[in-house]
Antibody
Framework: EVQLVESGGGLVKPGGSLRLSCLASGFTFNRYSMNWVRQAPGKGLEWVSS????????YYGDSLKGRITTSRDTAKNSLYLQMDSLRPDDTAVYYCARGSSLGTYTPDYWGQGTLVTVSS | QSVLTQPPSVSAAPGQRVTISCSGS????????VSWYQQFPGAAPKLLIF???KRPSGIPDRFTGSKSGTSAALGITGLQTGDEADYYCGTWDNSLSAVVFGGGTKLTVL
């Protein structure tokens, strides 16, 4: 069974940093691309970043570009999102999502999400 | 402003059929597979349709997906009150090098 479990969310002050983690299980981690997707309160889904299975390709959305770094560790079956210079409008639930089995980045399985609140 | 365009809301009576549209362009829907997601309040999105028209195991055949040109659609037949949720379409955009989503459609079963 595919499982994705995010952690690392919480309350952070504007300008602060957070590192989100996503622990994957139930599939061969390095064979799949992975994504971060966020959802602000009451809003729709917003793609944040994608990373290929080999980490050779990493893509970032415009909203957070320059302030985030996506990485993965195959040995730990884990995906990471380092977020810096956080702003109040970065407040959202951040989801980890696996890329589809066809090798594209479009998500199939999603984690339960971790809430990031940016407030003073 | 989302790259993919969905109606903000749709509604229909129990037992009826509803269709949710998703409009894009040649850089996204026109040349890539489309997925559809169902999201209940307070829950994570769940895959309903992948590769335009395929259902994951466990998704009832009341849910169908289709694609034509630069548009896609999700059809739901035999509507149930339990289908009330937000629905999103998503795909890859070749020009943006990004996953793109529609703005979401809230389904109300009257």
């Amino acid at each position: 069974e595919v499982q994705l479990v995010e952690s690392g969310g919480g309350l952070v002050k504007p300008g602060g940093s957070l590192r989100l983690s996503c622990l994957a299980s139930g599939f061969t981690f390095n064979r799949y691309s992975m994504n971060w997707v966020r959802q602000a309160p009451g809003k729709g889904l917003e793609w944040v970043s994608s990373i290929s299975g080999s980490s050779n390709f990493i893509y970032y959305g415009d909203s957070l570009k320059g302030r985030i770094t996506t990485s993965r560790d195959t040995a730990k079956n884990s995906l990471y999102l380092q977020m810096d210079s956080l702003r109040p409008d970065d407040t959202a639930v951040y989801y980890c999502a696996r890329g589809s089995s066809l090798g594209t980045y479009t998500p199939d399985y999603w984690g339960q999400g971790t809430l990031v609140t940016v407030s003073s | 402003q989302s790259v993919l365009t969905q109606p903000p809301s749709v509604s229909a009576a129990p037992g009826q059929r509803v269709t949710i549209s998703c409009s894009g362009s040649s850089s996204n829907i026109g040349n890539n597979f489309v997925s559809w997601y169902q999201q209940f309040p307070g829950a994570a999105p769940k895959l309903l349709i992948f590769e335009n028209d395929k259902r994951p195991s466990g998704i009832p055949d009341r849910f169908t997906g289709s694609k034509s040109g630069t548009s896609a659609a999700l059809g739901i037949t035999g509507l149930q009150t339990g289908d009330e949720a937000d629905y999103y379409c998503g795909t890859w955009d070749n020009s943006l090098s990004a996953v793109v989503f529609g703005g979401g459609t809230k389904l109300t079963v009257l």
